[in-house]
């Protein structure tokens, strides 16, 4: 029982996490109509592409509660990192968890605060929430250590760089300096 739950939310977190950054560069992409072709294809899947995300980050903290519960009582041997080291990593993944569920509550329901949020609001905590969630990848994420850090590293920079030129555009610095 403990193996198929170690391998399920190891499945699910290796599915949730490329669902996330597509969410969020499609996001990015969303609103920005100079980036043309990239900006349709956003428009096209960001929504469903989100959800899609939202229901393996859940099945992956399902799984991951549970697998963690495993390692805590002793039933599976514990990973070759230190107990208080992975309860970190745990607690990282819980803030990502809870900053992507504010995040839906506040797209889906916007009323429920106390000020309807706009989607600035909604995506920043998006942002973070994906922001926690790459820490706890790179934190806890053991099974392609070899794979996964390497690649880590750029595609976040490239999120990064994708973000600053959306900026960029949007507040028209490019022109603006060129016309000046």
């Not at 499945?11 to 996001?27: E, S």
């Not at 992975?86 to 106390?114: C, N, P, S, Y």
Request: charged residues 10%; without cysteine.
């Amino acid at each position: 029982m403990s193996q198929l739950v170690w391998l399920l939310d190891r499945g699910a977190a290796l599915v949730t996490y490329p669902a996330l950054y597509l969410a969020v560069l499609t996001g990015i992409l969303y609103n920005t109509e100079s980036f043309g072709m990239l900006h349709e294809a956003a428009q096209r899947i960001h929504i469903e592409l989100s959800v899609f995300a939202m229901i393996v980050t859940l099945l992956h903290a399902g799984l991951g509660v549970l697998d963690a519960w495993f390692v805590v009582t002793g039933q599976v041997p514990a990973p070759a990192y230190s107990i208080p080291y992975f309860l970190g990593g745990i607690a990282v993944g819980a803030g990502a968890l809870l900053m992507l569920v504010v995040a839906v509550l506040g797209f889906t329901d916007a009323k429920r605060f106390q000020r309807p949020w706009g989607p600035r609001v909604v995506h920043s905590f998006a942002y973070a929430g994906f922001a926690f969630g790459t820490i706890h990848a790179a934190a806890i994420g053991t099974d392609l250590t070899g794979l996964i850090r390497p690649l880590l590293g750029p595609s976040v920079a490239f999120l990064v760089y994708v973000l600053l030129l959306r900026l960029l555009v949007l507040r028209g610095l490019p022109s603006n300096a060129a016309a000046s």
